[in-house]
């Protein structure tokens, strides 16, 4: 059976990218691919923010984020904690032997920018990560208070995680001086899962280059060599990379400012329908996501039950919850091609579901 996906990430991808998907391969060392990696490079400049290259990662993003630990970390690192990614991010650097800080603070609260500044201010740390938009909770950090905390320590590789905002709303990697900036096709982008990109800042690269145990398939310096021929390190996800040259297509159509707004704007649809329907936001007042809405299951609806009505009637999923709030919250995204009317018709869909479950109660 097919369904639409509202879950934040993977999401519904097009059939125009599905289309772009099935051109003929080519080689990875070819002409062909200098140029398909050439052309959507000025694209992805422009939509990071950033002067520096972007790299395109055969993996999904914690690949990159695995990577950018090993590239940059000597001393020690702080990790900002708001939810499941962010802790799963700083177990990663434990199991890669890094010396790591858990900056802890509860899933929903965003990250706070004087805590930052209070450890920086210890000169333990070379560097920091960051995910601005945490997906589990569907909590939104500050991401231009965080880095002017940041910013002050210049000896610090900042690493920053968008991977569930990319693409939604502006985030300027260089203005911010974002070190490290990283994301994934799966989310906003549209794309099925598979690729990340990755832009690394000079600082990144000369920091990178006196570190030893960088490994080789996530080494910035190869990914950097690599780039100035036009090419990756080995053999990459081609069929992704042409749906992702089709999607900057899209993106440049659309303008990104009528991007941005439509996310925006479809954010806010979804979350006045549950907020009216006597659902609670999850994350702090002010501090909800622009990508999906994180709400509090303050109905105590059986969650469940819920999906497997807009699964089976509606052809459509919507997420229950991650991790330690399965059940307590649920989630849905409005990440990727959404549209006014998808939007209306995904309300349709949860009215006419909960008012079946009520009926059958
Ligand atoms: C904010 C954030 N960071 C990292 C990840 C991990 O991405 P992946 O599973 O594609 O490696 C996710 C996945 O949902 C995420 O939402």
Request: with cysteine.
């Amino acid at each position: 059976m097919s369904y639409k996906l509202f879950i934040p990430g993977p999401i519904a991808v097009s059939e125009k990218t599905l289309c772009a998907m099935t051109q003929p391969m080519i080689g990875h060392r070819s002409a062909d691919f200098v140029a398909l990696y050439q052309a959507i490079q000025p694209d992805l400049q422009a939509l990071v923010y950033t002067r520096d290259p972007v790299y395109l990662s055969t993996s999904s993003a914690f690949g990159a984020m695995e990577g950018a630990l090993r590239n940059l970390v000597k001393k020690k690192v702080l990790c900002c904690m708001n939810g499941a990614f962010a802790d799963k991010w700083h177990d990663v650097a434990l199991r890669c032997g890094k010396q790591a800080t858990a900056l802890k603070c509860d899933w929903g609260q965003p990250v706070d920018p004087a805590a930052v500044r209070k450890e920086l201010a210890t000169g333990a740390y070379d560097a920091i990560t960051l995910i601005h938009n945490e997906t589990s909770c569907g909590c939104m950090s500050d991401l231009p208070a965080i880095m002017a905390m940041v910013r002050e320590f210049p000896e610090v590789v900042s690493i920053v995680d968008t991977v569930s905002s990319f693409s939604a709303l502006a985030i300027k990697k260089d203005e911010l001086g974002i070190d490290v900036f990283i994301t994934g096709s799966q989310k906003a982008l549209a794309l099925p899962p598979g690729l990340s990109l990755i832009s690394a800042s000079k600082k990144a690269l000369a920091r990178a280059a006196t570190i030893a145990d960088r490994g080789y398939y996530f080494d910035f310096l190869e990914f950097h060599k690599n780039h100035e021929g036009g090419m990756t390190t080995s053999t990459p996800v081609i069929s992704l990379i042409y749906a992702l040259k089709s999607k900057l297509e899209d993106i440049k159509a659309e303008g990104v400012e009528a991007r941005y707004a439509r996310h925006a704007r479809l954010n806010k649809q979804v979350r006045d329908w549950a907020l009216a329907k006597g659902f609670k936001l999850f994350p702090k007042e002010g501090c909800g996501s622009v990508t999906l809405n994180c709400f509090a299951n303050t109905r105590n609806v059986d969650l469940v039950a819920l999906n497997n009505v807009l699964k089976t009637k509606h052809g459509l999923v919507i997420d229950g919850g991650y991790g330690k709030l399965k059940g307590k919250t649920f989630r849905i995204s409005n990440m990727g091609d959404e549209t006014d009317a998808t939007i209306v018709a995904l309300v349709q869909a949860l009215n006419a579901a909960l008012t079946e479950m009520s009926r059958s109660a």
